[in-house]
């Protein structure tokens, strides 16, 4: 007689399995688009002369990092320093924690990776200067440091150059932190709709970036890397001339969000990213031109919007998810002769937002051609410390 110990879930799909038996739900990756997200904006970057650093928390995954790497690009950012762990331990070694680090456990941990590879990490304020010191000292590492200079998002970050030198002068006393340079990221023209507005939102970030490395030049200090940027803004950044190297994320999958902005035929990313999901009711009389599919909250991110429904290449024009619950959604027909998905049958959506959906997964399931290649975990999911 068997143990119920012995019984495990089985796995959600095997390579050379066709999508459409994949348990749902389920995250998809569409390799063909994926790929061609990597090169387009690899060769952007290229041609720009500009040092690509795409941002992890996108993916939290290790083997979309080394693919990255593979192409050109200079290392990734982290935004928690637990994140890095799992991309150090997979072979990536240029890690930059695009965040500010307070609290014992977590600057011990930075300090020991740092060991380990070439990290940094960012500053805006002295307190935070003397406790990474003291943390990387007493583990014997080095680390780069940037200060943050705030560009508009108000969120983190110093205001000026003045402020900026008062943190060096701090700085000048720990001879195993190294300046690197400024970040200055503005999140929120990340999502502007219209190009011009947010060619224009750009604009402005870079202008006030560049105010402060100048004043910095004219104080004798140095800015080797300008870093920031995001995956809305980058076509700008990169024409800047400010910034040395730009971090974009979402790029690689372009989610629903990203997905509802306006773009030039220049820079055009696809959507490759993709959660699966089943018909699990076809509802009754009352229910009207409504199915129930098995992904809801617990499998996807609505804080951007519910999911889009994909179909024929491209967002759906018959099948709307209209209603999120936790297990559960409900995909209307907007009109009375579209005939329902069939009980069973599969779906695909496109998230809303993609950086907190990988982190309600434990793998992206790769796809080419409608079979599975491969299955890649999502390494970093819930690290968030």
């Not at 690509?52 to 928390?57: D, M, Q, S």
């Amino acid at each position: 007689m068997s143990s119920i110990h012995n019984i495990q879930v089985p796995p959600a799909a095997s390579p050379g399995n066709p999508i459409a038996s994949i348990d749902t739900p389920a995250l998809l990756l569409d390799a063909d688009a994926f790929e061609r997200n990597l090169d387009v904006m690899q060769a952007r970057a290229d041609e720009a002369g500009v040092a690509l650093r795409p941002h992890a928390k996108a993916h939290k995954c290790p083997a979309i990092a080394l693919a990255q790497i593979q192409r050109g690009a200079v290392g990734i950012c982290c935004q928690k320093v637990s994140e890095a762990l799992p991309f150090l331990q997979a072979g990536v070694t240029d890690i930059h924690v695009s965040n500010e680090v307070i609290g014992l456990a977590k600057l011990d941990l930075l300090a020991r990776m740092a060991r380990h590879g070439r990290f940094s990490v960012c500053v805006d304020h002295p307190d935070q200067v003397v406790a990474l010191a003291a943390a990387i000292a007493a583990h014997g590492s080095r680390i780069d440091v940037f200060v943050e200079i705030n560009v508009g998002q108000n969120r983190c970050g110093v205001a000026d150059a003045r402020q900026v030198l008062q943190l060096l002068e701090v700085m000048s006393a720990h001879a195993q932190l190294t300046f690197k340079g400024l970040q200055a990221y503005q999140g929120g023209i990340q999502h502007i709709r219209d190009h011009a507005g947010r060619r224009d939102a750009a604009g402005l970030a870079a202008a006030r970036t560049a105010e402060v490395v100048e004043a910095l030049d004219r104080a004798g200090v140095v800015c080797a890397v300008v870093t920031g940027g995001g995956s809305g803004s980058v076509e700008f950044d990169l024409a800047s001339g400010v910034y040395t190297e730009v971090q974009p994320g979402s790029y690689v999958f372009m989610d629903g969000d990203y997905g509802r902005n306006v773009y030039t035929d220049a820079l055009r990313f696809e959507h490759s990213l993709f959660l699966a999901t089943s018909v699990i009711s076809v509802g009754n009389s009352d229910a009207g031109q409504v199915v129930v599919v098995d992904a809801g909250l617990k499998s996807l991110a609505v804080d951007s919007g519910l999911p889009t429904v994909w179909g024929d290449g491209g967002a759906s024009s018959t099948l709307h998810y209209t209603v999120v619950n936790d297990e559960h959604g409900s995909v209307q027909m907007l009109n009375h002769d579209v005939v329902k998905p069939a009980l069973g049958s599969q779906l695909l959506l496109v998230p809303g937002h993609c950086d907190p959906t990988l982190n309600l997964h434990d793998e992206i399931i790769v796809f080419r051609e409608g079979r599975v290649e491969a299955i890649w975990p999502v390494s970093a999911r819930g690290h968030s410390r």
